[in-house]
């Protein structure tokens, strides 16, 4: 019975301590970095060149302050290949530019798909995928999980056999959605 007693002491102290410290020692946040945070896919994907979607965040509120002058540690709003066009304006809207689109290309929402008579389960695939989407183990044949699949691209760079390829989002009930009927 003492042992439960002094754990659950230790417990609520060391909690109590935890909690006193996460007030005194809190960093404050810029407010703009966690907005676009929320707009970014949050796939750390490392295409934008950055270490992931807060840091890209981060470097692109850093290029919209009016405050600071163009240097290393910046980023376009259209940095973020994976979000294409429509994320690239969703940034200007918030930031309040104006972005010329014509370099940015986007062919829509895809998803890597394994053929499996290239695939040799060489894993390099499955060690540079940041959502650990692709299932697999040694020398055997691989496959993508549609649900965490983020579409960057970073494991078709990485097979040697060219065996994962990039397509569209097959159309499914789960994410089906009624396009727009034309204008007269």
Known sequence: MFAILS????????GVILGIANRVLKVASDPLEDELLVLLPGSNCGQCGFAGCAAAAAAIA????PSCCASE?????????PGGKALA??????????LDLAD?????????IVAEELCIGCCRCSKVC?????LGASRQIHNV??????GCE???????????????VPITLQHWVMPRPLAA
């Open 7 to 14: 754990l659950t002491l230790l417990g609520a102290l060391l």
């Open 73 to 81: 540690g910046q980023a376009l709003a259209t940095c973020c290949l």
């Open 154 to 168: 970073s494991c078709v760079d990485s097979c040697p056999t060219e065996a994962l390829v990039m397509r569209p």
């Open 62 to 65: 850093a290029a919209a302050s």
């Open 89 to 98: 304006t969703a940034l200007a809207a918030r930031l309040g530019i104006t």
């Open 130 to 134: 940041p959502t650990d989407a692709i």
């Open 104 to 112: 940015v290309s986007d062919a829509g929402p895809r998803i890597a």
């Open 145 to 150: 999980l549609r649900e965490a699949c983020t």
